[in-house]
């Protein structure tokens, strides 16, 4: 589409918002928030974003003074998408935004995604911020229907409805929504990074009914508002990893394949592709990811990538680091924990006793200056229509207790996490 496509804008609704308290005790630094917000209960249903043409957006709370030694962080939000696990009466599931603020621990509902059927879900996306503006991309649209495993028992599945092309824009500082060029092709469960304020894609699905990947790759120029071809990929893949590196564009792992190619199948698919922006041309590393299975996220911070897991354990008990000249990934020292909520002291209190029982729910990873930010959510202990959510931090620089855990929320509904994070630096 042209630079003379013409946008869409819609204003979010704003919420109410509940404040939660849930002293705990931490092994390591316990950082306490002063505000807790949260999107309303359950019992109400979420709006969806309506045409407000060009009138003002709500006011926005306060960042920090100047004097506040969380200063340096009161720019920066992490942006999360959720959807509600379960379709209840009067309760749209569909998709919706929060704000993470790590300066003051505190979580924002933003806005419902625009263009979604009630109780549609958008899955299998790309978010990305440009500026202080998050961007999200293709995807599946699906819905929930509760499947019978057998006569005594069933369990609610994904029906999947169609593989999109749209791509959104969301003005944090306006809190304005913007339809952008589409996609050159559908896809979901692709790879995609930012570089030199460009947003790169590559693999995916691009169609329900085939279960391979595509080798196919495009960028997004935002001040053009267009979509360009670039050069295939040597491979097809899917539910790959996108990284920006050293200049480059990295697409790695997936659930890949490649047509006349001498390598064993578990090594194309623990390789990356390699794009150079200055040659247009993309070159192969094998063996860089090392497993047969998908990563579920790779960040760069400080010139390093990290990464935590796997797209079938999120959290494998430790962070890596990848060392290029060697082409290893090693354990990061002092990020040994094998479970996160161990990082919650167990000395005998209830509180305590719940969090060592409790199931994560979701789990996703957001670089900010030099830490790396875990943000998780778990099931209460006998409380299953609650949601706890907590942020651990870990400093890529400390040489001892580099783990910070903040003060958990507590939270109606169970949610669940659509897509990573990604995170937004305020002009």
Not at 119 to 145: P, Q, T, W
Not at 401 to 412: H, I, K
């Amino acid at each position: 589409m042209s630079s003379s496509h013409k946008f869409v804008v819609f204003s979010a609704l704003s919420l109410s918002l509940y404040i939660f308290h849930f002293p705990l005790r931490y092994i390591s630094h316990l950082t306490k928030s002063k505000l807790i917000s949260s999107k309303p209960p359950s019992t109400t249903k979420l709006p969806q974003a309506t045409p407000m043409g060009s009138l003002p957006s709500p006011p926005r709370s306060s960042t920090p003074s100047p004097s506040s030694p969380n200063n340096s962080l009161s720019s920066y939000r992490v942006c999360a998408t959720f959807c509600f696990r379960e379709p209840a009466p009067n309760l749209n599931i569909s998709n919706w935004i929060e704000f993470y603020d790590p300066s003051t621990n505190t979580w924002t509902y933003a806005s419902s995604i625009p263009g979604l059927t009630e109780n549609h879900i958008l899955k299998g996306f790309a978010m990305v911020s440009l500026g202080d503006s998050v961007y999200i991309i293709g995807g599946r649209v699906c819905f929930k229907e509760r499947a019978h495993t057998s006569d005594e028992c069933s369990e609610l599945v994904d029906v999947d409805i169609e593989v999109s092309s749209s791509v959104l824009r969301y003005n944090v500082g306006s809190d304005q929504w913007s339809t952008c060029a589409p996609l050159g092709i559908p896809r979901s469960d692709f790879a995609c990074t930012v570089s030199e304020n460009k947003i790169y894609v590559a693999g995916g699905k691009s169609t329900l009914a085939c279960a391979r990947g595509i080798p196919l790759a495009e960028v997004y120029d935002p001040e053009l508002n267009e979509w360009t071809p670039l050069p295939n990929m040597s491979t097809l893949r899917y539910n790959c990893v996108g990284v920006t590196w050293l200049g480059k564009i990295y697409v790695v792992g997936g659930f890949a394949e490649r047509a006349d190619s001498e390598l064993p199948p578990i090594m194309v698919r623990s390789c990356a592709e390699v794009y150079d922006t200055q040659t247009r041309m993309w070159d192969l590393i094998v063996g860089m990811w090392q497993l047969d299975v998908p990563p579920n996220q790779i960040v760069e911070v400080d010139g390093r990538l990290f990464s935590s897991g796997d797209c079938y354990k999120q959290w494998k008990g430790h962070i890596e680091s990848y060392d290029g000249k060697l082409n290893i990934w090693n354990e990061v020292e002092g990020s040994q924990i094998q479970s996160l909520n161990s990082l919650i002291s167990a000395l005998g209190t209830q509180h305590d006793h719940n969090w060592a029982l409790s199931q994560r729910r979701y789990l996703t990873m957001a670089p900010i200056g030099l830490n790396l930010y875990f943000l998780a959510g778990y099931g209460i202990y006998r409380e299953f229509s609650r949601t706890m959510s907590i942020v651990h931090k870990f400093d890529i620089s400390a040489t001892s207790d580099a783990w910070t855990s903040m003060e958990p929320m507590e939270e109606d509904g169970e949610k669940e996490l659509c897509g990573h994070c990604c995170v937004v630096q305020l002009t």
